[in-house]
């Protein structure tokens, strides 16, 4: 049982969309939020006791540039038992027969042709399923390109991707995510499913890409970062390095699409699942 204390910050966006609350998502770096849910008109926020305060918020929010207003109020949440709520929330996912993405307490599924286990350190969810279910299709349909290859996954969160690639035979993955508390996890889930010499894990941002050079990068993240980060992710990859990036609309493929044709990205094709789009990209 999970015995920390949790406060839900909920942020009423006006005037709301799907499109401003990704933003104030991506804005909020500086409060440790574990999870987010979006309940129209609201983002919820969840954090830990220990790690919040409501002076804290107040001076975050006052120091963003938005084009829509916010009003927060915070609450703390009763204790349950979050490992059981997890159980409760978390389904398997099967992608194309070929990969499956499990939890530890998940028994007697059929085995497919990549397994992969995570147990995350997070209280709420993994986040988005249809990208993750799209990104994972894209390396299946990629295998001869992952095996042998130097892969980064920037945004790492469980390191589910990063896994993927270690057991499709990439030579080494790297994975990154801004948040430490994710990045511990990733880590543990290479542990888990037996890669952790194949995949290392860094707490930071797109500024640590500079470490190296990549034939494959993956980016499933949000809109608004990627048209921030394309350019540093196309400097980041080989000659010919295929670039893979969702957690954005099908509506936004055409903004996306640009910046990346403006970084020397070839647009190669893209993939939907319930208006969430996945767009893969080679470097010329």
Known sequence: M????????SMKITPFSEENA????????????????????FLK?????????TQMMKLVLSGLDLEFDVDFSSTMIPPCNWNALWEEQFTPIVVDGKCTIKASFHKGLKRTRFNITIDPKMAFGTGHHQTTYMMCRALLENESAVKGSVVMDMGCGTAILAILTAKMGAAHTYGIDIDAVAAVSAFDNARLNRVSRHVETYCGDASLLQMGKYDILLANINRNILLEDIPTYSRSLKKGGLLFVSGFYEEDLPMISGVAAQAGLEFLKSDSMDKWCCAQFRKG
């Open 2 to 9: 999970n015995s920390q204390e949790y406060i839900e910050v």
């Open 22 to 41: 990704e933003i104030l998502m991506a804005e909020l770096d500086e409060i440790p939020f574990e999870s987010f849910t979006v309940e129209e008109p």
């Open 45 to 53: 926020g969840y954090v830990q006791k220990d790690s919040y305060s």
